[in-house]
């Protein structure tokens, strides 16, 4: 028997949570400010084994890629110092007014979070039916690259990697109604 199947046509991002992995969390909720949210597999890639015996194929031996968890480069439209901190692994002053980085050459200590990218669900007419939340567990951030150009504005690239745990599922995938109280 045929299953009659939803399809969502999703565009934009709506909201982006920085959600650390303390005691106390620490929710960042980012709206309007998040341009850009590429994600891509993390793989243990698996391989193919042909038998083969001048010109034929006897059998092959194959396992299969598994997902160790995801890559993901968050582009912001603005300037997030307290996201800087999360991911880069320094330190922000909110007093004074100023970030500093790790320091070189020691192991950088960088706070665990969840990330969760909320796109919307849109109608024909172009109103939004409903939200699609998507959740990368385990995260971490990697250092930050900068590119400061004249007569432009700064869009950082925040680099976050998600790796699971074993046995642990490395994203989830929820349909909403509406987006969380803020």
Known sequence: MAENIKEFALAN?????????????????????????GVTAHLSEGEEKILRVKNTIKAQNKTEDIVLGYDISLAAATFIPEILAIVDGGKWDNVSKKYTAPVVGSPVKRLPFRTNIYTEEKDADGSTISYVKFSYKNCTGKPVNYSLQDGEFY?????????????????EIEVLDELPAA
């Open 155 to 171: 869009a950082p690239e925040f680099p976050i990697k998600s790796r699971s745990k074993l046995g642990e599922s490395p994203i």
């Open 13 to 37: 991002i709506a909201r982006v949570e920085i959600v650390t992995e303390e005691e106390e969390p620490r929710i960042f909720i980012l709206t309007d400010v998040a341009s850009n949210a």
